[in-house]
């Protein structure tokens, strides 16, 4: 199992920007297929994005036009530019990387925090 540690999270005001990002453990990192999720208070995990290994994404509507995902394969590193973040956008954000059916790995979460 590929191990992932996120960084990046905080408080922010309505409007502001953050960047998250999640280091792997394995130099394979180039070949999963990576992903932000989040789960706020009470409420379901659910998919922020994701990008493949070719470089296509996927967002939800609800982050569509406000927030990018990339990767750096160099670095072993997925990011996240979170911009024009709303009090609805606060939760735990967790870092998620999947090979096939081999495994399907989290992080430990980070803290988002968006005040209005």
């Known amino acids: 199992q590929v191990q992932l540690v996120e960084s990046g999270g905080g408080l922010v005001q309505a409007g502001g920007s953050l960047r998250l990002s999640c280091r792997a453990s394995?130099?394979?990192?180039?070949?999963?297929?990576v992903g932000w999720y989040r789960q706020a208070s009470g409420q379901q995990r659910e998919l922020v994005a994701t990008i493949t290994s070719g470089g296509s994404t996927n967002y939800a509507d609800s982050v569509k036009g406000r927030f990018t995902i990339s990767r750096d394969n160099a670095k072993n590193t997925l990011f996240l530019q979170m911009n024009n973040l709303k009090p609805e956008d606060t939760a735990v954000y967790y870092c998620?990387?999947?090979?096939?059916?081999?495994?399907?790995?989290w992080g430990q979460g980070t803290q988002v925090t968006v005040s209005s």
């Open positions: 998620n990387a999947k090979l096939g059916s081999l495994f399907d790995s």
């Open positions: 394995e130099n394979t990192f180039r070949i999963y297929v």
